[in-house]
């Protein structure tokens, strides 16, 4: 991923490139995503869930603090990072809220990308986050009496294995200019993933919290449910009508116009699912019924009253039994919860992924108009008789049907009455017609998820990566605003040819591939045997950066072509059972070809793939995902590797080809999952590597290791890539976009 600054591209010359095709809509249902959560968990659950689930979120902040206190700040830090965009394109919200009294006054939580403020309904955004709180947001709310008290739901509550925990609940009395801890999880014994937060609208210091969590995971209680405090936060007590036990709160709803009338949805094994109405403020609670399924169908739901008539409530019901996490129906009680109707007929027989997307909002004046959303949005303005789509995510971008999918909140203002705010994977549209057309508004809202990323060494204006649900997303001009889409779906692995910013392979799910140069895009999908592509999410791809048109990538066995992708050959047979999870050809000697795997095993070639040894791991590296390798560049022998999970070591170095491994981590590293690491080619003694903890750089082969995060995010960092002749780092997060550095 470094190269020479040789046959640097000229100012004026601008690389061609075209985009490949978007993501296609599959027929019949989306995939079920109640599997915590899509094929991506895999990609994540090989990083993070060995031994445990995860770390606690304590864990992190631990370890950061412990670095803080022991490691210095690197003196390769002259200047600060400065964000490097994409700042157009948007990334995976969960919460939205909106001033009652001015609807051009909102406020955005992301699901790792913390809370971000606009004051002209979205078309521009400030980042208006603690400096150093957790970024994985999940449920924001407004005190209805008083618009400049805020609450933030830490912990992204949307069941997926890259729904990360949070820390507990954030208050603001400043309209979100600055946060206070209020509610702290290990303090007060709230969820670590809040999805839902609602303040009474009669008593301000009546706050009602909802959470989902996993009960009790390595010995540590983990628990969702309703928690409630009537004294400002001072005191909590877990709700416990539903189960004493381990049970999910998905929505919190005050009734306004009655006081201490509450609706909750909660899911629990057994027949304890469903919609719980309280008359009295929270003191009792009635499961409601007539004209529901049987509870034990009843999954995620979403509830909404209609504002001008809160008798009349709609909800969206996942449906909990099979796999195929459909609506099981849409509900309207016209009685205030007494009974239930489901009028959504045939209309969403095709819609899913419900325990994931799951939204609705009614119209502030009329209760006959309602959208609701899961990977699409819909729309009624009769009080649910006839239903019609309102977007269409597969639409082309930029058209008035067009909005992203996967709906996590649903807002119509009050005071703006026929808008709609739809958070969203991503960023925001927003509607000014009740749905029927939608625009988005999500520049400069840098939320992007990046899986990984890459720079024309040739051209340092070309750089990008793929991103979770937004595809690859590609700027040829260095600029934070103008990244584009290179190639639909959930953006894979994408590579730039170190001697050609214009020849670019770039992946989506599940081994799909395409290769862009001179101007046009081909597929260039290897032919992957099914006995050994299954379970693979993303795979790596690595050019080799002395034979031209020589690409590798990986299902289970290892492909090259050395045609630029017209056809592939498989190197080995299936290796151990496992994807592989990283690639290096190595730029001293190309015949020295070395591959791993997210079971940990280490392979080599040193014939350039004529033959290949057995797994080279032994005793010394820790058995789990090697998440990159990397060869020192006149050296092919020498060798530093980095490794996932928590509870081992992570960086490793061998200098005899992999025969022989020693740990140069030493436990002065952060102990989370390192994701990347490079070699600057210019500077050969000086090694970094990035992590869930931030970047940290050695300049004598791991004896000495520095904090190089400074002021960036405190989020993942799962890449790092280095453009030789600028002296350019840059760094790609799962949440907060891409960041650069200028090295000495």
């Known amino acids: 991923m470094a190269g020479s600054k040789k046959g640097a591209t000229k100012p004026g010359n601008v690389v061609r490139l075209v985009s490949g095709p978007a993501k296609q809509r599959a027929p019949g249902m989306p995939a079920p995503r109640l599997t915590l959560h899509k094929k991506r968990a895999a990609w994540f659950h090989a990083r993070i869930t060995w031994p445990l689930r995860e770390a606690p979120l ?13 490691m210095p700040a690197t003196a390769a830090l002259a200047t600060q990072w400065a964000p490097a965009g994409p700042s157009n394109i948007g990334g995976r919200c969960t919460a939205l809220v909106c001033d009652p009294a001015n609807a051009d006054r909102i406020w955005i939580g992301a699901a790792g990308g913390g809370v971000w403020a606009s004051i002209d309904a979205g078309r521009h955004w400030t980042f208006k986050w603690r400096a150093n709180g957790p970024l994985q947001i999940g449920a924001l709310a407004i005190d209805p009496t008083n618009p400049k008290i805020l609450y933030c739901g830490t912990g992204e509550a949307n069941l997926s294995l890259d729904s990360y925990p949070g820390d507990g609940v954030y ?5 979100g200019a600055s946060w206070s801890a209020w ?6 014994g709230l969820p670590r993933r809040i999805g839902t937060i609602a303040v009474d609208p009669f008593d301000a210091k009546h706050v009602l919290v909802g959470g989902v969590g996993f009960g009790r995971v ?3 209680n983990d628990f969702g449910g309703l928690y409630s405090t009537r004294d400002g936060g001072l005191t909590w007590v877990r709700e416990t009508f539903v189960n004493a036990g381990n049970y999910w709160c998905h929505k919190v709803v ?14 629990c094994p057994g027949m304890s699912s469903g919609i719980y109405r309280s008359s009295d403020a929270g003191q009792s609670w009635a499961q409601l019924k007539t004209g529901l399924p049987s509870p034990d169908r009843i999954g995620r739901t979403a509830l909404a009253l209609a504002p001008s008539n809160t008798k009349v409530i709609y909800a969206i019901c996942a ?3 099979g796999q195929n996490d459909a609506v ?9 919860g007494d009974s239930w109707t489901n009028i959504a007929g045939t209309h969403f027989a095709k819609e899913g992924q419900m325990s994931y997307g799951n939204a609705i909002a009614v119209h502030p004046t009329d209760p006959n108009q309602v959208i609701c959303g899961g990977v699409d949005l819909h729309r009624s303005s009769n009080g649910g008789q006839t239903w019609s789509a309102a977007s269409h995510w597969d639409a082309q971008r930029g058209t008035a049907g067009y909005a992203h999918a996967d709906h996590h909140m649903l807002v119509m203002p009050v005071s703006a009455a026929g808008r709609v705010y739809s958070a969203n994977d991503g960023g925001m549209d927003v509607s000014e017609d009740a749905g029927a057309s939608w625009s988005n508004r999500s520049a400069g809202l840098s939320v992007t998820m990046y899986y990984d990323i890459d720079v024309g060494q040739t051209d340092a204006r070309v750089f990008g990566g793929g991103a979770q649900d937004n595809g690859t997303l590609v700027t040829k001009t260095g600029a934070v605003d103008d990244a584009f889409e290179l190639l639909g779906g959930d953006g894979g692995w994408m590579v730039i040819d170190p001697k050609d910013a214009g020849h670019i392979y770039a992946s989506y799910q599940f081994g799909g591939m395409y290769r862009f140069r001179n101007g046009s895009a081909r597929n260039v999908s290897p032919p992957f045997k099914p006995e050994d592509s299954a379970g693979i999410w993303m795979v790596y791809i690595c050019f080799d950066p002395n034979a031209a048109n020589t690409v590798f990538t990986g299902s289970q066995r290892l492909y090259r072509t050395r045609d630029d992708g017209l056809s592939w050959d498989a190197l080995t047979p299936v290796l151990d059972g496992s994807p592989i999870s990283a690639i290096e050809v190595a730029p001293a000697n190309s015949r020295n070809v070395y591959v791993a795997t997210e079971n940990g095993s280490f392979f080599r070639s040193l014939d350039g793939g004529a033959s290949w040894s057995a797994n080279l791991a032994g005793g010394t590296l820790p058995g789990v995902m090697i998440t990159r390798i990397v060869t020192h560049p ?8 980095t490794t996932a999970n928590f509870g081992n070591r992570h960086v490793f170095r061998s200098i005899d080809a992999g025969a022989s491994w020693s740990d140069i981590d030493g436990g002065k590293l952060p102990d989370v999952p390192h994701h990347a690491l490079l070699v600057r080619p210019d500077q050969p003694g000086e090694l970094w590597a990035c992590n869930d903890a931030g970047v940290f750089v050695t300049s004598d082969a791991g004896a000495n290791w520095r904090n190089a995060s400074g002021n960036l995010p405190p989020a993942m960092v799962v890449d790092l890539v280095y453009h030789t002749g600028s002296k350019t780092l840059l760094a790609a997060t799962y949440g907060r976009s891409i960041w650069r550095l200028r090295l000495s």
């Open 634 to 641: 006149h050296n092919a022998n020498e060798i530093y590797l």
């Open 58 to 70: 304590k864990k992190l902040v631990t370890e950061r603090r412990r670095i803080e206190r022991s």
């Open 218 to 220: 390595s010995g540590d």
């Open 171 to 175: 208050r603001s009395t400043n309209g």
């Open 254 to 267: 005050f009734d306004a116009a009655t006081k201490g009338r509450i609706f909750v949805t909660v899911t």
């Open 319 to 321: 449906d909990a039994a």
């Open 328 to 336: 099981l129906g849409v509900f309207k009680s016209s009685n205030g």
């Open 183 to 188: 509610a702290l999880s290990e303090k007060k």
